[in-house]
């Protein structure tokens, strides 16, 4: 049971996590002025073109391009929300989504968010390379089932609940072959398994070793205190200046707990989720958390503007 949140919510802005990543995202939004800023800035800190990355979607499964993608184009929209008056009580990042959020929140500058993308993923990348890994969806059934078969799969390896996605989906992480184990006897419970296209045991203990440099890094960023709230994705509690670093540290090797931050958003009065990203992961997994909440995707023209005139 987590603690309830110390302030009131009405509407909570989202930002996407990696796996959200896809050829051409953000293609029809680069006219608008806020989302071809961000992009600039982001070329210009990544050493990338990141709109060309976006565009072609040619290596956006390794982790160093996809966070840069995905980071950037939540940002982007974020800032363009932000231009056309809608201003969020709360922000909620999902794993990547929270550097978003820590600069849409104002904790750190755009600048400094992308800059600490591109050291986490490549930290993330390294590691993941070394120690080879690989995450699952586990479907139709409760958290506590799923902790039962990674215990009883792990079998001396790596396997974990790793995200915290819904009541009825937790995502595994462990070595390839205890991954395995767990999608077989899942479904030998009539369960149902998605392997996630990504590229290491994210939120694992195979990730520790990206701990240290990564701490390392961030002892070097500089951390306001949030203009907006911002809620932690380890313990579904508010990020603070003095124990942010932290958090994202061992957020590494711990998991996504989506599913109380959702809940605690919502005792705290949220009504309205925006995902700011692409592709709606997040948006469906409040619908099944939360059903009774509005939820909106913006990732196009199209959803921008319509939001822009639902809450204006």
């Known amino acids: 049971m987590t603690s309830p949140l110390p302030f009131n919510a009405k509407t909570v802005l989202m930002a996407s996590g990696q796996g959200s990543q896809r050829p051409g995202m953000g293609a029809d939004l680069l006219d608008v002025p806020e989302v071809a800023a961000t992009f600039a800035l982001a070329s210009d800190v990544l050493g990338r073109d990141v709109a060309a990355l976006c565009a072609s979607g040619e290596g956006l499964d390794d982790t160093r391009n996809a ?38 929140g104002g904790m750190v500058s755009d600048a400094d968010a992308l800059r600490i993308v591109r050291e986490r993923s490549r930290i993330m990348g390294e590691v993941a390379d070394a120690n ?7 479907l139709k059934g409760d958290p506590a089932d799923v902790e039962a078969v990674c215990a009883e799969c792990a079998r001396g390896e790596v396997l ?3 995200n915290y996605n819904s009541p009825a989906q937790t995502v595994v992480a462990g070595t390839p072959a205890a991954v395995e184990r767990a999608e077989a006897a899942w479904k030998e419970r009539g369960g149902r398994a998605s392997r996630l296209a990504t ?21 070097g960023v500089s951390f306001d205190e949030p203009a907006v709230p911002i809620v932690g994705n ?3 509690q508010p990020l603070g200046a003095a124990d942010v670093r932290r958090k ?38 409040v619908r099944r958390c939360a059903p009774e909440a509005e939820r909106f ?13 639902a809450l204006a």
Request: charged share 15%; glycine share 10%.
């Open 67 to 104: 966070q840069a993608a995905i980071a950037t184009l939540s940002i982007a929209i974020g800032r363009a929300l932000e231009a056309r008056g809608v201003r969020p009580d709360a922000l909620l990042g999902f794993s990547l989504g929270q550097v978003s959020a820590l600069a849409l």
């Open 132 to 138: 080879p890994g690989a995450m699952s969806a586990l």
């Open 160 to 162: 974990v609940a790793a």
């Open 199 to 219: 590229s290491g045991a994210f939120h694992s203990p195979l990730m520790a070793d990206a701990c240290e440099p990564f701490a390392a890094f961030l002892e």
């Open 234 to 236: 380890a313990d579904a």
């Open 248 to 285: 994202l540290v061992e957020h590494l090797v711990s998991p996504v707990r989506f599913t109380d931050s959702v809940a605690a958003l919502t005792a705290a009065g949220a009504a309205s989720f925006v995902e700011v990203g692409f592709g709606g992961v997040l948006s469906g997994l």
């Open 297 to 309: 995707c913006v990732q196009d023209r199209e959803s921008l503007e319509g939001l822009v005139a």
